[in-house]
């Protein structure tokens, strides 16, 4: 994916599994692992499981859907 392609709210996948932006920076890009039995971790700001920082080296590695991933 590229820096553009992400917005808030939408999922995408690394090889790690699935993920949902919760913030967009000059260069970075935020986002909560999917991967909680208990949904309601997801349910808004502030989320109660720990968020990730993308940067411009990461992107290379994040999918739009896993059938991207598993094409690539």
């Known amino acids: 994916m590229k820096y553009q392609d992400f917005k808030i709210g939408e999922e995408f996948y690394t090889n ?8 967009i920076g000059t260069r970075v890009v935020i986002a909560i692992s999917l991967d909680q039995k208990d949904k309601r971790n997801y349910n808004e ?6 968020e990730a920082v993308f940067d411009e080296y990461d992107f290379e590695g994040c999918y739009r859907n896993e059938i991207t991933k598993q094409s690539s």
């Not at 790690?16 to 913030?23: I, Q």
């Not at 700001?45 to 720990?50: C, D, G, L, M, T």
């Open 45 to 50: 700001s502030p989320y109660s499981v720990q």
């Open 16 to 23: 790690t599994g699935k993920w949902r932006c919760t913030d």
